[in-house]
C-alpha cells in the first residue's frame, strides 16, 4: 500500500500537489492525500500504537473542532467505513494499465541498458484491446513524463 502511494499517486500528482493545473487540482491533491494519511494512522492504530499517534496528533490539527476524526488520541477514534462509491472502476483500471506499460518500459530500458535521464524519441506499444489503448491515451502524459518519451506511437494490429 505504501509503495503504491509513494510510488505512483505522489509521483505521479507531484505537478498537481504543485500548483501546475491550477490552485483547484493542487487542492483536491492534497485533500485527498490527507485522507489517506489520516486513514492509514487510524486503520493501523491497533498495529502500531506509537507510529500512528504520532502520525494521527500531526494531521489532527487540521480538522475543525467538532468533526467525527477529531478526538484526544487516535485510540478513540472510530475506523471509518470503506466507501466503495469512492472508487472509480475504470480509472482505476486505466491507471493499473498504465502502471504496467512503464513497469515493462523500465524493464526494456534496463536490459538496453539506456538510463532514464536519456530520453527516447519514440516508443510504439502494441495491444491487442482499443480500451486498452484509450487508457493509455488518457494517461499519456503520465507515460511520457515517467519513461521519458517524446513521442508514443499505439497500434492494435499484431503484425
Not at 95 to 107: D, K, P
Not at 131 to 148: F, S
Amino acid at each position: 500500500f505504501l509503495g503504491d502511494l509513494t510510488n505512483w499517486y505522489v509521483r505521479l500528482s507531484r505537478d498537481r500537489m504543485r500548483g501546475a493545473h491550477g490552485s483547484d487540482e493542487a487542492f483536491t491533491a492534497l485533500c485527498t492525500l490527507y485522507d489517506v494519511l489520516l486513514s492509514t494512522s487510524i486503520l493501523m492504530a491497533p498495529v502500531t500504537p506509537f507510529l500512528t499517534e504520532l502520525m494521527y496528533q500531526t494531521l489532527a490539527r487540521a480538522l475543525p473542532d467538532g468533526h467525527v476524526l477529531k478526538a484526544e488520541s487516535v485510540h478513540f477514534v472510530m475506523i471509518p467505513k470503506a466507501r466503495d462509491d469512492a472508487v472509480d472502476a475504470g480509472i482505476a483500471t486505466a491507471v493499473r494499465r498504465l502502471q504496467s506499460v512503464i513497469e515493462l518500459g523500465r524493464t526494456c530500458r534496463d536490459r538496453r541498458k539506456v538510463g532514464l535521464k536519456t530520453p527516447l524519441r519514440r516508443l510504439t506499444i502494441i495491444c491487442r484491446s482499443q480500451a486498452t489503448v484509450q487508457d493509455l491515451k488518457m494517461l499519456q502524459h503520465h507515460l511520457e513524463d515517467e519513461l521519458n518519451l517524446m513521442e508514443v506511437d499505439f497500434r492494435t494490429d499484431m503484425d
